[in-house]
Structure formats: structure tokens, C-alpha cells
């Protein structure tokens, strides 16, 4: 079963907006990570951000993760026409599977 | 490049007929992953090797489906008989701590 579940399930933006992604698992986590699909091609890897870690950034990236909550969030700023993709959360289990487990995504337009 | 890479990029069969894809990981990467994506929806995991060893397999991953990865490099993943259902993105990705994947091969059983 899916265990990563995002929300809003589609999102539309205007160019230059911001557009934050919500995450949210159901069990203990060694890391998360978020990534990217475009229509049809394969998923490009965003950002990882580890059980112990509360916030990371990469360029226009922002994630936070609060395992108290087991939820996580991506901020993308400063929008632009390219960033329109699906985005996945992808968590690492502690125990029990060696696998990543995704939801099923975002769905960001941005309009130019 | 030295990202993953999965051929063919897409595969037309017709039913009944086997087929098998080829992933080669990132070259210092011991964890390899198959995972399979339907439309709308995320990927979901089929199976996962650590060098060579095959160490989790999905319920999903039925008997016609069987993967390897000789040698603890390359993995080959072959769907026998296949059926309309099968038609999907098939995706490959490796990892040390990030996983990265390939772009995906698409199948699709006529």
C-alpha cells in the first residue's frame, strides 16, 4: 500500500507565485526525498532531507519535515513555467522494507 | 552519462509474447530498485536487489515476472506471457543513499 500521500492532488499557479506540496506518511522514517516527473519521462531527484533534519534548501527548494507529525512539505518559490510536473514524496522506512514508498503526487501548473 | 539507463525506452508487444527490459545503475551503486507506473499514479515497488542478492520482492511481482542482476551490475527485468495489464512505465533506479532513477521504459501489450 502507498504509504506517502501528498496533497493538494493538483495545484494551479501563477507564474512567480509560490507553490508549497504537502507529504504525509504513516511510519517511522530514515529519510525522505521528493522528486520531480514530467508527462511521460522519468522522476529527477529533488532533494533527500534525513529523520534528523527539520529543513533543507536547494536553490528555490524548500522542504521541512516534522516527524512528530510525520509530514513533510516543498516549498518551490518564484515559480516558473518549467516547474509545471508531477511531484512525488518518497519515504525510506526504519524497519520492515528495504523499499521507498511514493504517494500519488502533486499535479503543479504553472501558468504563464 | 553516467545517470541511469534503461532500454529500450519503449517496447510494443503483442499479448502472450515475453519481454525483458535492461537497467544499468549508476557504477558505484550496490542498491537497485524496479518499480512499476500506471497512469496518475506513483510508482510502485516490484522489487530490490543489494549487489547481486535479491532481497525484497513485491506481492505484485507475480510469476511471470522475474528480475536479476548478475554479477551484482546490471538487471534485467522479464515479464513472461504478457498480459493488457502489464502496459506501464517500468522504472529502474539505483541508490547509495539517494535514489536516483532512469527514464523508465514503457510498455505497452497490444
Known amino acids: 500500500s502507498q504509504q506517502g500521500e501528498e496533497d493538494p492532488q493538483a495545484l494551479s499557479i501563477q507564474e512567480g507565485e509560490n507553490a508549497t506540496m504537502n507529504c504525509s506518511y504513516k511510519?517511522?522514517?530514515?529519510?525522505l526525498q521528493w522528486y520531480r516527473q514530467n508527462s511521460g519521462r522519468g522522476l529527477v531527484h529533488l532533494i533527500l532531507?534525513?529523520?534528523?533534519?527539520r529543513e533543507k534548501h536547494s536553490g528555490r527548494l524548500r522542504v521541512t519535515l516534522d516527524t512528530s507529525k510525520k509530514s513533510s512539505s516543498l516549498l518551490i518559490t518564484a515559480s516558473r513555467a518549467a516547474d509545471t510536473a508531477s511531484y512525488f514524496c518518497?519515504?525510506?522506512?526504519?524497519?520492515?522494507?528495504?523499499?521507498?514508498?511514493f504517494g500519488t503526487g502533486t499535479r503543479l501548473k504553472v501558468l504563464a | 552519462d553516467t545517470g541511469v539507463s534503461q532500454n529500450p525506452r519503449h517496447k510494443i508487444t503483442k499479448r502472450g509474447q515475453n519481454v525483458t527490459f535492461r537497467c544499468d545503475p549508476i557504477?558505484?551503486?550496490?542498491?537497485l530498485y524496479w518499480y512499476r507506473q500506471t497512469l496518475g499514479q506513483g510508482p510502485e515497488f516490484l522489487t530490490y536487489f543489494q549487489n547481486e542478492a535479491q532481497l525484497e520482492k513485491s506481492r505484485l511481482l507475480s510469476d511471470r515476472f522475474s528480475a536479476e542482476r548478475p554479477k551484482g551490475s546490471f538487471s534485467t527485468l522479464e515479464i513472461q506471457r504478457t498480459e493488457q495489464g502489464d502496459s506501464a512505465m517500468y522504472l529502474c533506479?539505483?541508490?547509495?543513499?539517494?535514489?536516483?532513477f532512469g527514464q523508465g521504459t514503457r510498455l505497452t501489450v497490444v
Open positions: 533506479a539505483s541508490s547509495l543513499t539517494e535514489a536516483f
Open positions: 557504477s558505484e551503486h550496490n542498491r
Open positions: 518518497a519515504t525510506a522506512p526504519t524497519s520492515g522494507t528495504y523499499k521507498y514508498i
Open positions: 532531507i534525513r529523520s534528523n533534519e
Open positions: 511510519t517511522s522514517i530514515n529519510n
